[in-house]
Structures are given as C-alpha cells and as structure tokens.
C-alpha cells in the first residue's frame, strides 16, 4: 500500500529528538527542520517521539511504531535498534508507539502496518537510530573523561574508556541529550551482526503470552468501564429504520440503550449481560439499494462487467497480431470469491469519550488514522484523541480499517462513560471487508516450441482504493488490484494486461497479500496449463519462460540491477532440487509448482497433494524455497513462511464468502472453514536462500503461491483442471 498518505515534506530530512529525566530519547523524525537533540533533565519523557529511550537507571526502552499482530514487529524492531545500540537485547523493554510524524512508515506514507513493509521500511532507519544514540552516548562519556571518542568502545550497555574507566548508559544518558547529533551514521557490515541473524533469538513477547500479561484489546480494563454489545444490519450497508428497546432496557446490569451512526448498542456491566439484552431488541432495517444482492446476481453482474475493455496497466507489442501469429492458442477464465479476514480476536475498542479529550485503547494496524475518525465522530479535535495499540489477536489486513474504533467513541460520548464495545464472532464475520470476488480472462497465443508470443490479462473485481483511498486510482487502475500481474515476469513479445473496476455491492477490504491472491493464483494456475499445451515439464517450461534480461521490474533496493528472472530462476531449480521433483508417484497423487515475486521477497514452492476418487484433496508435503534478503530473525521468517502457506491453503480449499438477501450467508468457522490441524501439511520443508541484500517481505506473499501450487498438483493427480476456487470436491468434480 504504497503512499497512500501523501506528504513530501516528510521525506526531506531527518531530525533526531531526545528528552528525558536525566535520560536520552532518539528518534528520526521526517520533517522541515534541522538536526537537534533536546534535553529535559526535569520533567520525564518531554517528547513520545522517539525509538529510543535510555534512563538514569540504564533502563533501555525501545519503542515499536508497527503492531504486532504475531508476524514478530515486537521483537525484530527492537532487534534492530539493539544491534547498533550494543544493548543485550533481552533485556531491553519494548512500548507500541503512539501516532506520532516520527513513525511514518515511508514505504506507505502513513503510520500504518501492512504490505508486508514493517521490517522493510524500518532495516535502515532503526539500525541509524540505534547506532546515532550509542554515538552521543560515547560522545558523552568521552568529553566526561576528557579523552577522543575514539579511545572510548560501547558494548553491553556500558562505555569503557582509557585507563579502565566505566560508565553505563544510564550514567551519561543526561549529558548524550546535550550532545551534537551524528550527522554521519555509520553502520555495522552484517558480518560483525550479533543479534541480526540470530535464529537462536527467543522472542521477547513469547513470556507475556503465556502468562497472560500481554495486553490484547479485548484484555482492556479501566476504572469505570461499562460494556457495549452491538446489533448491525444484517444487509450489508443497511441502517436502523426503527426499533424497540422495551425489554432489553428492563434487563439486569444495562445502563443504556443507544442508537448509532451504524446500528444499536446495549451498555451494561458486563458483556454477556449487554449480549442478552441486546438479542431482545426488535429492529426494524432500512436494507438499501444492496436488500436483493445475492451471489448469482454477483457473478453475473462480474461476467457482464467483464465484457468491457478495461483499462489498460501494461502492455508491450501488438497482442492481436500475436494472437494471429500463433501455432496453438490456449483460454481460461478463473474465478475467485470473497474471503473473510476473520481474525481471532473479534474487532473491539475501549473508548473514553469526554468534553475535552477521547482516549481510544483498540488493536490497530492504523494508528494515525484513529485520531482523525474519532474526531469527526466526536467534534473533538484529532491532537485531543489519545490512542494507544494493544496486541493484536490477528489483522490480515482487517484492522488497517477503523471503523469499529468509530463505533466505540460514538458509543461511548451517548453514555458519557469509558465503554469496551466487542463485536461476537457473528459480528465479525457478517460485517467485515472483504478479499474481493475476481473474474480473471486469460489467453496466450503460443510458437511451434510452446513459448508464448502472446499474452492477454483481463481481470475485473470490486477496488479496494477506490473505497478506501480513491485519490491512488488512476485513469481507472487501482494499483493493488494489479498486484501479481504487473510485475509479469515471463518474455512474452505481445501482451495486453487490463482490469476492469466493478461494484459487487460487497466491502472489499486489503487481505494478506491483496491482489496477488488473485492476479498471481490465476497466472501460474494458467501458465501450467501452457506447459500442458506445449508438452513441456512445468519447472523448465517456467525457467525458459524468463524474461533474463530485464530490470524494468526488478526488486527496489532489493541487489539492484539483478533481473527478477534471475532469482526465480534460482528459486525455481532450487525447489526442483529439493522438492524431488520429477520421481514416480502413485495413482492419485501429483505435484505441482508455483513461483511468484512480491513485497521484495521471491518464492517458489511445490504442492504435493493426494486426491481420493471423490475428489477429496489431502496436501502431503509443501516444499519452498524462498529468497527474501537478509533475515532479521530466522526463526520467526520460518514461522511466517509456515502461517502463509497454511492460511492459503485455508483459503484455496475451503474459504468461500457467499451473498444472500444483502448479506453474508456464513456467520462461523462451522460455516466459514480453516484448516484444521489435521489438514494441514504434513510436512513442510521450507528454504531460504542465504543473502546479504535488504531485507524483503515475508507476512504475505506466501498466501498467493501456494494456492496455484495446490491447484497445480490437483490437475496432476486428477486430470482436472479447477478454474473456480475454492478447489472443493464439487468445484473440481465440475471442471474439465
């Protein structure tokens, strides 16, 4: 989600701040200002700006401008630091930022955590960070000793100087805010990393989860509280026409019964106490211009919507003269449905909502964005919006949304008292914003040797930005709904790549991995069928495909000039390699591949699935081969590479949103299927290529290539080629 908040200014400099009671802060900020560090020796933290905070006690704090929805931001962001810093890292505190300019993402332009930025946009200006306030802190206890810096070594939170002098960061904090700031950081080559690379490295929130300390929004207690259970339309953006709230108001522990901007709420003093009231209120709802919408209606609308040109986001050559020149030609049209995030943790906010101030306690992937929302729905001004991130029990993208932090503060002015409002799993799953519905077109016009002289790409779904951020979509593209097809990576001299915006009358809404769910899953699902077509092995018809050359699409900051071809010609022969690619297998059981580029990181894996002959899909083995830059913490690379693959097979077998009377037919994981422990694969044998290059994205793209991967192996074990997802039984029973 790159830019979505645009300010330049913000780009032009960096600042460092520090304030502390006798202590440092440091932080990088991007504004119009020149360089300073300030001190308060009196008066605590003057300034909540800062990445690093160092007390006369040598406590060291790092703070965490990224949420942590398990994807590890709470650990690798401090790991960071702490490697410049030269602190044990273990035993640094850690503190989620506030919204505050100094915590910009730069890769979005926003303080926000998505696009699989958190690590990528924090490698270089954490490091600076940490290495800036070790160079003030040296600084400091040089001009104490009255000896060159250079004579001076930090290590383990402590300065020593000549002669066997000693001071620990804490001693010195005061005197290093007084300090000039580094103009010129530099910092560690990755062979003298100690903590960087470590895959030995426990995570630092791993002991608060179990022992319960961690504090998830739906933990929140504060003095006074009351509770909020919420009834919603049950047509998708339908509103209260009437209701009677007689009974529930006559049951025990409700404070009151509210109606707002997006339905009614019962306060009590408990939830369950506010849920029972709640389920005897009788509503009346005005369902909208979306009461009749139905899935049927929806895909026809999609088909017909499809038949348009679109609009045009790449293209090279002449695709119809392509087209006419080709030896075989090859069409498909995939289909894709809607998908809910269905996080955990169902959406919830504490809201405190007064004359003059709203403190908003909410599990948020945006955090600069809650000041504003809840200001407009409170008159308030946004600097009198105090905000504070708590874990988050899952996002996916989910809670880059705010609108439940809206309902809480509307909830909490019209009762005049701090409210916790949580939504139920029902909640949660009939009103969130959806992976969009796709309908993908495909066509290649192939020579005498089966390579592809002609390419044509025509996808139409709802737009996520259109929605959201409408001023990113231009001349009719939204750039995320191309991801993982606009970086197209096969040498193809014709192709015409277009997409068509359509209102399904269904919330779409950024899911883990966005578009490359869609555009990359029907790509490589289409390109083994090219290999089909052309009689070639599915892992060498991919290598010859390649485009080597180029570097129009190569990876930004990611070895810059190496061609994308490149590396997924790499990955590619690696995963051949690994996966056993090629040996004999039984009836029913077959292999298949996929290679996709994506948030910097590449990866090639293979599915090796088995199918019953009722078209039962179980997934034996997954193996991936991944290159993904430097990682910050192996471990937790190699938990995330394993969450990816399991959530898209979640998605590929059974994740199916469906319409009906205006809303959403499934309610429950009875209805909305996971995989089960038992489902998932066996075995997964995951690779990464060892790398010295800047970190790339690790929470999402995995989510896109292992779909394709399984529907490839289904066609090899079946014979069938299923072009409508989910890859249920009936679907692939149905298909050719």
Not at 188 to 215: C, E, H, Y
Not at 483 to 509: Q, W
Not at 600 to 618: C, G, K, R
Request: aromatic share 6%; hydrophobic share 40%; glycine share 10%.
């Amino acid at each position: 989600m790159e830019n979505m908040i645009k300010n330049e200014t913000r780009r032009d400099f960096l600042k460092v701040s520090g304030s502390v009671a006798g202590g440092l802060a440091l932080g990088f900020y991007m504004t119009g200002k020149q360089n300073v560090a300030i001190a308060d020796a009196g008066g605590g933290y003057a300034s909540p700006n800062a990445w690093v905070r160092i007390g006369l006690d040598n406590s060291i704090t790092i703070m965490c401008a990224r949420s942590e929805m398990g994807q590890d931001v709470y650990t690798s962001m401090a790991m960071l630091v702490a490697e410049e810093l030269e602190v044990d890292i273990n035993t640094v505190k850690v503190e989620f930022a506030p919204p505050a300019e100094v915590y910009i993402n730069s890769l979005l332009g926003g303080q926000l955590t998505g696009g699989s930025t958190a690590v990528r946009d924090a490698w270089e200006k954490l490091r600076k960070a940490g290495a800036s306030a070790r160079m003030m802190l040296v600084a400091a206890a040089a001009d104490q000793w009255g000896v060159d810096a250079g004579q001076c070594k930090a290590a383990n939170g402590a300065i020593t100087g000549p002669g066997g002098k000693r001071v620990n960061y804490g001693q010195v904090a005061a005197k290093a805010a007084t300090m000039e700031v580094p103009k010129d950081v530099a910092l560690k080559p990755s062979s003298q990393f100690k903590i960087i690379g470590n895959s030995k490295q426990r995570r630092l929130d791993t002991g608060m989860k179990v022992n319960g300390t961690a504090q998830f929004g739906i933990d929140t207690r504060v003095p006074g509280m009351l509770y909020a259970a919420v009834a919603m339309s049950p047509v998708i953006g339908g509103k209260v026409a009437s209701y009677d709230d007689s009974r529930a108001k006559s049951m025990p522990g409700v404070k009151a019964v509210v109606q707002y901007s997006r339905g009614v709420a019962v306060v009590a003093d408990s939830y369950w106490q506010a849920k029972k009231a709640k389920d005897l209120l009788q509503i009346q709802w005005d369902g909208g211009p979306n009461a009749n919408n139905d899935q049927k209606s929806i895909w026809e609308g999609m088909r017909a919507a499809s038949d348009q040109p679109g609009a045009v986001f790449r293209e090279q050559g002449n695709v119809e003269t392509g087209m006419s020149q080709a030896v075989k030609k090859v069409e498909a049209t995939y289909q894709l449905p809607f998908l809910s995030h269905s996080p955990m943790e169902m959406q919830n906010t504490t809201a405190d909502v007064r004359a003059d101030k709203a403190i908003i306690i909410t599990p948020t992937q945006f955090q600069q964005l809650v000041p504003h929302v809840v200001a407009g729905a409170t008159g308030l001004k946004p600097e009198q919006v105090e905000v504070h991130t708590t874990f988050l029990g899952g996002g996916f993208g989910r809670r880059v949304e705010v609108d439940y932090t809206i309902d809480a503060a509307e909830i909490s002015k019209a009762v005049g008292a701090p409210v916790k409002m949580l939504w139920s799993r029902e909640d949660d799953m009939t009103h969130d914003s959806y992976r969009p519905a796709s309908l993908m077109k495909l066509a290649a016009g192939l020579d005498a040797s089966g390579k592809p002289v002609a390419m044509r790409f025509h996808s139409t779904s709802p737009s996520i930005s259109a929605r959201l951020f409408p001023s990113i979509v231009k001349d009719g593209i939204d750039p995320f709904a191309v991801e993982g097809i606009d970086n197209y990576p096969y040498a193809t001299p014709n192709m015409k790549l277009t997409y068509v915006m359509h209102d399904a009358g269904v919330t779409p809404g950024y899911w883990r991995g966005v578009s490359h769910n869609l555009n990359a899953v029907a790509l490589e699902c289409f390109v083994d069928e090219l290999a089909n077509a052309a009689g070639k092995d599915p892992i060498q018809y991919r290598i010859d495909m390649l485009d080597m050359g180029s570097t129009k699409h190569q990876w930004s900051g990611l070895s810059a000039g190496v061609p994308v071809g490149a590396r997924m010609k790499r990955v590619l022969e690696e995963v051949r390699a690994k996966s056993g690619w090629g040996k004999k297998l039984s009836d029913g059981r077959g292999m298949g591949v996929a290679v996709m580029e994506g948030y910097n990181t590449v990866i090639a894996m293979v599915a090796e699935v088995s199918v019953s002959a009722n078209y039962d899909v179980t997934v034996e083995k997954v193996t991936a081969v991944v290159d993904a830059g430097t990682l910050v913490h192996p471990d937790q690379a190699l938990a995330q590479m394993q969450s990816t693959i399991n959530f898209g097979q979640s998605a590929c077998m059974w994740g199916e949103i469906t319409i009906k009377n205006g809303g959403v037919e499934q309610t429950n994981f009875d209805m909305y299927r996971v995989a089960r422990m038992n489902e998932n694969p066996k075995v997964l044998d995951i690779h990464f290529i060892k790398s010295d290059s800047t970190p790339g994205g690790l929470g999402e793209p995995g989510t896109a290539v292992i779909q394709p991967a399984i529907g490839n192996a289904i066609f090899a074990a079946s014979g069938k080629r299923c072009r409508t997802l989910p890859f249920t039984p009936e679907n692939i029973k149905g298909s050719a």
